[in-house]
């Protein structure tokens, strides 16, 4: 069976409703955050970034929230869908490099 | 975007052996990255790759246990060497998202379990 996200928090939800989905991040430095969705036997793939100096990003049915002062950021999915369904990962780049620094990740279930 | 593939997709290999991962882009970048995730956990970055040079590892895992290769802009392998079951897990390679002026892409990951 598929191991990853079978330890990590779930948010569970309607489909059809918006999901809220939530990441602390560490470094103050850090300048660039991206939201990765792993679905099962999947590498992570790209969902939406956004750059320290803004504090809100959207895309399709997605919007990213950036809170510097408490260094929090989400993910929002408008109309959630089955295929939604996946673990979902923060990470923060550091300035200095180009390394990812990965969130503890959290596993989003719809129910139809 | 970049298409990274990488080989094997998944292998169950005895204790005591090791396994050698191929991370291939399709195009020229600076550094690779090599990630593992661990069962029900989040990525950890094991090394940076980089052409012409030695890999940098990060806090806890160490050149002997998963020496890496990066002969040309390409690719790149990760050896896991005298595996254990505890080193079964997802093991994944990523570009430097800089060289392609985009986001850091990933290949589909390896899926090793050691018996």
């Known amino acids: 069976g598929e191991s990853v996200g079978l330890h990590l928090p779930t948010l569970s939800v309607q489909e059809g409703d918006n999901s809220i989905i939530n990441c602390a991040y560490s470094?103050?430095?850090?300048?660039?955050f991206i939201w990765y969705k792993q679905e099962s036997g999947k590498g992570p793939q790209f969902i939406i970034d956004?750059?320290?100096?803004?504090d809100k990003r959207q895309g399709q049915r997605v919007t990213v929230l950036l809170n510097k002062t408490v260094k929090h950021l989400s993910l929002q999915i408008a109309a959630t869908q089955p295929g939604d369904s996946a673990v979902y990962f923060c990470?923060?780049?550091?300035?200095?490099?180009?390394?990812?620094?990965f969130g503890g990740g959290t596993r989003l279930m719809v129910k139809p | 975007s970049a298409v990274i593939s990488q080989k094997p997709s998944r292998d169950i290999c005895q204790r005591g052996t090791s396994l050698t991962i191929q991370c291939q882009v399709d195009?020229?970048?600076?550094?690779m990255f090599w990630y593992r995730q661990q069962p029900g956990q989040s990525l950890t970055l094991i090394a940076t790759a980089n052409q012409g040079s030695e890999a940098t590892y990060e806090s806890g895992f160490v050149i002997d246990k998963f020496p890496i290769s990066r002969p040309n802009l390409t690719f790149s392998t990760l050896t896991v060497s005298n595996m254990s079951p505890e080193d079964s897990s997802i093991y994944l390679c990523s570009v430097d998202r800089n060289s392609l002026n985009t986001e850091a892409f990933f290949g589909q990951g390896t899926r090793l379990t050691v018996v």
């Open positions: 195009s020229q970048v600076t550094m």
């Open positions: 470094n103050s430095a850090s300048d660039y």
């Open positions: 990470a923060e780049l550091h300035n200095a490099g180009n390394m990812l620094t």
């Open positions: 956004i750059r320290s100096n803004m």
